[in-house]
């Protein structure tokens, strides 16, 4: 998602490209954030639970933060949960001089034997939960909610950490996410956790320096870092660090292409199935699929959600600044899931998504959800409503945030969708719900 300061709404605009939220570059520069600042104050929790507002909270000090939940996973599977230090020795870290090589965290989501004893893993880890409640995390400048307001931490997912895998599920298809520019990489949790229910081993990936945070083993952070000085706003600029982030995801999702074999025999017992690969994301994260898969054949199949596919640093209505995706489309299925938000939606309103539609050769469809926004396809869907409901709205408001959209109806929604798209593709299970408009889902519209 792009950052956007808290006093903007989500009414999208190609200047502010939201629908891939690659322009957080001039957003963040109005939003005056510190570029590497982590606040001296913010320490984890002891355990996931729900924290007290402070002394100096005002009315309500003392009281319960206001907290979520995610809902439980639809596959037939229990899920397990595994997270991951990976270190790329062959390259310098692009966004931190000072670093000599590139770390990531994963975590890997996968169908788990039941009726194990090991715990729910929260949605996030516990320094990681403070930092994006605070005000340079992502839930400040991806949707505006003010810091310190909620409990981020009482927020469990439906996995267990390190839970045997389940012995009967067969070869697993693997998956690949990647969030929003600035979103970690646990802000897709819902539908990672129901893909992994539904047999499939998710691999999410944190892409360091540019997510407003990433927590290390030992509760370590490392803060956004991808502004050199103050965030650029010069058009040309902005169009170079958009360049940037692009290249250097794409090089990090290629790494952990590279390391599925060594983890297959190390922590899976060969049970992956690294000829069925398949990848999806959300924003700056369905851009990141999508050029992966044309830089990279291992990948078999993607899902784009409501990410534009160019370097817009300014208003470019001509469609220039294409990536190489979009000018020279896939010979692999990729799907295409608008919202409602300005510029999204129909392929033909987008220039990049336009010219991927002309230019590819691969099995292609664009489907919109009625009444959604920009983070409709992330967990802000099914979280900020029942936050709202507590007292405790986005910026600019609840709707702008997620659009009018039932929460249960677009968690199904986008949950049928993904899961139909990867069965088709990596199983040859094809349900026929993406040969065109369906009845179970009349909010899904397609567009021919």
């Not at 206001?66 to 230090?85: E, H, Q, W, Y």
């Not at 924003?283 to 596919?309: E, K, L, P």
């Not at 990867?422 to 408009?437: A, K, Q, T, V, Y």
């Amino acid at each position: 998602m792009t950052a956007v300061p808290p006093t903007r709404t989500h009414a999208h605009s190609r200047r502010q490209v939201l629908a891939t939220g690659l322009a957080a570059s001039a957003l963040l520069a109005a939003s005056a954030v510190p570029s590497t600042a982590v606040p001296s104050t913010a320490t984890p929790s002891a355990a996931p639970g729900r924290r007290t507002r402070s002394t100096a909270a005002g009315p309500g000090a003392g009281a319960a933060l206001p907290a979520a939940r995610l809902p439980r996973p639809t596959g037939p599977f229990d899920v397990g949960a595994l997270a991951l230090r990976l270190v790329d020795r062959t390259r310098t870290d692009p966004w931190a001089s000072d670093v000599p090589y590139r770390e990531l965290m994963v975590s890997v989501r996968y169908p788990a034997a039941p009726g194990g004893s090991a715990p729910r893993v929260p949605q996030m880890a516990a320094a990681a939960a403070v930092h994006f409640g605070g005000p340079e995390g992502a839930a400040a400048l991806n949707l505006g909610m003010a810091p310190g307001t909620v409990d981020w931490g009482a927020t469990l997912s439906h996995a267990h950490r390190d839970a045997p895998v389940h012995p009967r599920a067969g070869r697993l298809p693997v998956v690949l996410y990647s969030p929003g520019l600035g979103d970690p990489r646990t802000w897709n949790t819902m539908l990672v956790d129901d893909l992994a229910s539904q047999g499939y081993a998710v691999v999410t990936v944190d892409h360091t320096y540019e997510a407003t945070e990433v927590e290390f083993p030992g509760g370590r952070i490392a803060p956004m870092r991808i502004f050199d000085g103050a965030p650029p706003t010069d058009p040309d600029a902005v169009s170079a660090l958009l360049h940037k982030v692009v290249a250097v995801r794409v090089a990090d999702t290629r790494f952990v292409l590279d390391r599925l074999p060594e983890l297959n025999r190390t922590r899976f017992g060969d049970v992956l199935d690294l000829r069925s690969i398949g990848m999806f994301g959300h924003s700056a994260g369905g851009f990141t699929a999508a050029q992966t898969m044309h830089d990279d054949c291992r990948i078999r199949a993607g899902v784009n959600m409501d990410g534009q596919m160019d370097y817009v640093g300014g208003e470019q209505p001509d469609g220039s600044r294409l990536s190489t995706v979009a000018l020279e489309g896939l010979d692999r299925p990729l799907l295409l899931m608008g919202t409602e938000s300005e510029g999204s939606g129909d392929y033909r309103r987008q220039p990049s998504w336009a010219a991927f539609w002309q230019h590819t050769r691969g099995w292609k469809a664009n489907v919109t959800l009625t009444g959604s926004r920009h983070a409709s396809y992330t967990d802000a869907q099914v979280l900020l409503p029942q936050l709202a409901r507590q007292g405790v709205e986005p910026g600019g408001g609840l709707a702008a945030a997620v659009g009018t959209v039932r929460p249960d109806r677009a968690a199904a929604a986008s949950r049928a969708y993904v899961t139909s798209f990867f069965g088709r593709w990596l199983r040859g299970h094809d349900d026929h719900l993406l040969d065109g408009p369906a009845d179970r889902f009349p909010e899904m519209v397609f567009t021919p």
